[in-house]
Protein backbone atom coordinates (compact mmCIF):
# COMPACT_ATOMS: atom_id res chain seq x y z
CA UNK A 1 0.00 0.00 0.00
CA UNK A 2 1.57 3.45 -0.58
CA UNK A 3 0.47 6.47 1.93
CA UNK A 4 0.71 9.84 1.91
CA UNK A 5 0.66 11.47 5.05
CA UNK A 6 -0.29 14.78 6.13
CA UNK A 7 1.01 16.54 9.38
CA UNK A 8 -0.23 20.20 10.10
CA UNK A 9 -0.53 20.36 13.55
CA UNK A 10 2.40 22.33 14.29
CA UNK A 11 4.57 25.02 13.86
CA UNK A 12 6.56 22.08 11.98
CA UNK A 13 4.58 21.07 8.84
CA UNK A 14 5.63 17.50 7.53
CA UNK A 15 4.39 15.45 4.18
CA UNK A 16 5.79 11.59 4.11
CA UNK A 17 5.27 8.46 1.95
CA UNK A 18 5.11 5.41 3.39
CA UNK A 19 5.55 2.08 0.68
CA UNK A 20 5.17 -1.43 2.01
CA UNK A 21 6.86 -2.72 -0.98
CA UNK A 22 9.89 -0.85 -0.20
CA UNK A 23 12.04 -3.50 1.46
CA UNK A 24 13.38 -1.57 4.65
CA UNK A 25 9.38 -0.61 5.01
CA UNK A 26 10.95 3.20 4.86
CA UNK A 27 9.42 6.39 4.60
CA UNK A 28 10.51 9.74 2.90
CA UNK A 29 9.36 13.04 4.55
CA UNK A 30 9.65 16.51 4.15
CA UNK A 31 9.81 19.18 6.80
CA UNK A 32 9.02 22.73 6.73
CA UNK A 33 9.28 24.70 9.89
CA UNK A 34 8.36 28.90 10.11
CA UNK A 35 5.38 30.83 9.04
CA UNK A 36 7.04 31.40 5.47
CA UNK A 37 7.28 27.06 4.62
CA UNK A 38 6.53 25.94 1.16
CA UNK A 39 3.02 25.65 0.17
CA UNK A 40 1.24 22.07 0.91
CA UNK A 41 0.62 21.47 -2.54
CA UNK A 42 4.27 22.08 -3.47
CA UNK A 43 5.24 19.62 -0.85
CA UNK A 44 3.26 17.08 -1.38
CA UNK A 45 4.43 17.63 -5.26
CA UNK A 46 8.30 17.31 -4.07
CA UNK A 47 7.47 14.01 -1.67
CA UNK A 48 5.35 12.06 -4.68
CA UNK A 49 8.83 13.26 -7.03
CA UNK A 50 10.96 12.07 -4.42
CA UNK A 51 8.93 8.82 -3.89
CA UNK A 52 8.46 7.95 -7.76
CA UNK A 53 5.29 8.04 -7.52
CA UNK A 54 1.88 9.75 -9.31
CA UNK A 55 -1.05 11.18 -7.57
CA UNK A 56 -2.91 8.37 -8.70
CA UNK A 57 -0.74 5.79 -7.52
CA UNK A 58 -1.60 6.62 -4.04
CA UNK A 59 -3.82 4.36 -2.42
CA UNK A 60 -4.23 6.23 1.09
CA UNK A 61 -4.05 9.55 2.39
CA UNK A 62 -3.34 9.73 6.49
CA UNK A 63 -4.59 13.07 8.21
CA UNK A 64 -3.03 14.30 11.15
CA UNK A 65 -5.90 15.31 12.97
CA UNK A 66 -4.34 16.62 16.14
CA UNK A 67 -5.04 17.90 18.39
CA UNK A 68 -2.73 21.35 17.76
CA UNK A 69 -3.29 24.54 15.29
CA UNK A 70 -6.66 24.69 14.21
CA UNK A 71 -6.12 26.37 11.22
CA UNK A 72 -3.42 24.19 10.18
CA UNK A 73 -5.07 20.72 10.64
CA UNK A 74 -7.78 22.64 8.47
CA UNK A 75 -6.27 22.73 5.25
CA UNK A 76 -5.01 19.69 6.00
CA UNK A 77 -8.41 17.80 5.72
CA UNK A 78 -9.58 20.18 3.26
CA UNK A 79 -6.40 19.08 0.69
CA UNK A 80 -7.80 15.30 1.56
CA UNK A 81 -11.34 16.20 0.43
CA UNK A 82 -10.23 17.98 -2.64
CA UNK A 83 -8.11 14.59 -3.33
CA UNK A 84 -10.84 12.42 -2.84
CA UNK A 85 -13.17 14.94 -4.90
CA UNK A 86 -10.45 13.98 -7.95
CA UNK A 87 -10.45 10.79 -7.97
CA UNK A 88 -12.87 8.02 -8.96
CA UNK A 89 -15.21 6.57 -5.97
CA UNK A 90 -13.89 4.24 -4.27
CA UNK A 91 -10.40 4.12 -5.24
CA UNK A 92 -8.85 6.43 -2.38
CA UNK A 93 -8.55 5.32 1.22
CA UNK A 94 -9.05 7.88 3.96
CA UNK A 95 -7.51 7.81 7.72
CA UNK A 96 -7.31 10.46 10.76
CA UNK A 97 -4.96 9.76 13.08
CA UNK A 98 -4.59 11.64 16.15
CA UNK A 99 -1.40 14.06 16.82
CA UNK A 100 -1.03 12.67 20.09
CA UNK A 101 -0.51 9.30 18.77
CA UNK A 102 2.28 11.16 16.21
CA UNK A 103 3.91 12.25 19.01
CA UNK A 104 4.08 8.77 20.86
CA UNK A 105 5.60 7.42 18.02
CA UNK A 106 8.20 10.38 17.88
CA UNK A 107 8.85 9.78 21.38
CA UNK A 108 10.11 6.65 20.91
CA UNK A 109 11.76 7.12 17.81
CA UNK A 110 13.77 9.98 19.63
CA UNK A 111 14.43 7.74 22.58
CA UNK A 112 12.35 9.18 24.89
CA UNK A 113 11.54 5.97 27.11
CA UNK A 114 8.70 5.54 30.23
CA UNK A 115 6.24 7.65 31.16
CA UNK A 116 5.80 10.33 29.38
CA UNK A 117 3.40 13.51 29.15
CA UNK A 118 2.42 14.54 26.18
CA UNK A 119 1.48 18.69 25.69
CA UNK A 120 0.00 20.73 23.25
CA UNK A 121 -0.63 25.00 23.29
CA UNK A 122 -4.20 25.07 23.25
CA UNK A 123 -3.80 28.91 23.72
CA UNK A 124 -5.73 30.67 26.65
CA UNK A 125 -3.16 29.28 29.05
CA UNK A 126 -4.36 25.98 28.83
CA UNK A 127 -2.47 22.64 26.91
CA UNK A 128 -3.67 19.49 25.71
CA UNK A 129 -2.10 16.75 27.83
CA UNK A 130 -1.86 12.81 27.39
CA UNK A 131 0.53 10.17 29.27
CA UNK A 132 1.78 7.33 27.73
CA UNK A 133 4.14 4.58 28.85
CA UNK A 134 7.17 3.99 25.84
CA UNK A 135 9.32 1.39 25.58
CA UNK A 136 11.76 0.76 22.18
CA UNK A 137 9.04 -1.81 21.06
CA UNK A 138 5.32 -0.11 21.75
CA UNK A 139 4.07 2.53 23.06
CA UNK A 140 0.06 3.17 25.10
CA UNK A 141 -1.67 5.49 26.23
CA UNK A 142 -2.13 5.99 30.13
CA UNK A 143 -4.42 8.54 30.65
CA UNK A 144 -7.12 10.28 28.58
CA UNK A 145 -6.55 13.55 26.60
CA UNK A 146 -7.75 16.34 28.32
CA UNK A 147 -7.34 19.82 28.66
CA UNK A 148 -5.11 20.90 31.75
CA UNK A 149 -4.11 24.90 32.99
CA UNK A 150 -0.60 25.83 33.05
CA UNK A 151 -0.36 25.69 36.74
CA UNK A 152 -1.78 21.45 36.17
CA UNK A 153 1.43 20.68 33.73
CA UNK A 154 3.64 22.45 35.86
CA UNK A 155 2.59 20.07 38.77
CA UNK A 156 3.25 17.18 36.66
CA UNK A 157 6.43 18.41 35.66
CA UNK A 158 7.24 19.20 39.55
CA UNK A 159 6.26 15.43 40.32
CA UNK A 160 9.26 14.23 38.17
CA UNK A 161 6.87 13.63 34.63
CA UNK A 162 9.11 13.68 31.64
CA UNK A 163 7.07 16.57 29.25
CA UNK A 164 7.31 17.10 25.98
CA UNK A 165 5.40 18.59 23.02
CA UNK A 166 5.92 21.34 20.49
CA UNK A 167 7.53 24.30 22.02
CA UNK A 168 7.51 22.54 25.53
CA UNK A 169 10.87 23.86 26.60
CA UNK A 170 9.66 27.64 25.74
CA UNK A 171 7.13 27.38 28.45
CA UNK A 172 8.52 24.75 31.00
CA UNK A 173 12.38 24.69 31.19
CA UNK A 174 13.76 20.72 31.45
CA UNK A 175 11.31 19.46 28.97
CA UNK A 176 11.83 18.11 25.59
CA UNK A 177 10.89 19.82 22.30
CA UNK A 178 9.04 16.94 20.13
CA UNK A 179 7.13 17.15 17.31
CA UNK A 180 4.82 15.12 15.00
CA UNK A 181 5.87 13.89 11.90
CA UNK A 182 4.12 12.57 9.30
CA UNK A 183 6.01 9.73 8.53
CA UNK A 184 4.76 8.76 11.81
CA UNK A 185 1.24 8.88 10.76
CA UNK A 186 2.15 7.05 7.75
CA UNK A 187 3.53 4.09 9.43
CA UNK A 188 0.48 4.32 11.98
CA UNK A 189 -1.98 4.57 9.31
CA UNK A 190 -0.30 1.41 7.89
CA UNK A 191 -1.79 -0.79 10.90
CA UNK A 192 -4.91 0.74 10.44
CA UNK A 193 -8.05 -0.18 8.38
CA UNK A 194 -10.81 1.80 9.63
CA UNK A 195 -10.96 3.83 6.82
CA UNK A 196 -13.43 7.03 6.58
CA UNK A 197 -15.07 9.34 4.41
CA UNK A 198 -13.58 12.77 3.63
CA UNK A 199 -16.62 14.62 4.74
CA UNK A 200 -16.07 13.08 8.50
CA UNK A 201 -12.93 13.66 9.04
CA UNK A 202 -12.82 16.40 11.63
CA UNK A 203 -9.95 18.23 13.99
CA UNK A 204 -9.42 16.64 17.29
CA UNK A 205 -10.97 19.68 19.50
CA UNK A 206 -12.08 19.27 23.26
CA UNK A 207 -13.08 22.61 23.77
CA UNK A 208 -16.90 23.73 22.65
CA UNK A 209 -17.03 26.19 20.14
CA UNK A 210 -16.52 29.70 21.08
CA UNK A 211 -19.51 30.89 18.44
CA UNK A 212 -22.02 32.28 19.99
CA UNK A 213 -25.60 33.20 17.81
CA UNK A 214 -26.57 36.55 18.06
CA UNK A 215 -29.98 37.00 19.10
CA UNK A 216 -32.90 37.76 16.28
CA UNK A 217 -33.32 41.89 16.24
CA UNK A 218 -37.49 42.52 17.41
CA UNK A 219 -39.71 43.52 14.55
CA UNK A 220 -41.66 46.25 14.24
Known sequence: ????????????????????????????????????????????????RQSQLEREQVDCLAIGLGPGSYTGIRSAIALAQGWELARPPGSLNLLGISSMEALAAQAQIEGILGSVALMVDAQRNEFYLAEYEVSSEAFRPTTALSLASFEEVQQRQTAGAQLAGPGAPKRFPGSRNLFPHAAGVARLAASRSDFILAEKLQPIYLRETAFVKAPARPTL
Open 1 to 48: MKILAIEFSSAQKSVAVFRSDWSDENSQEILETGERSTHALAMIEEIL
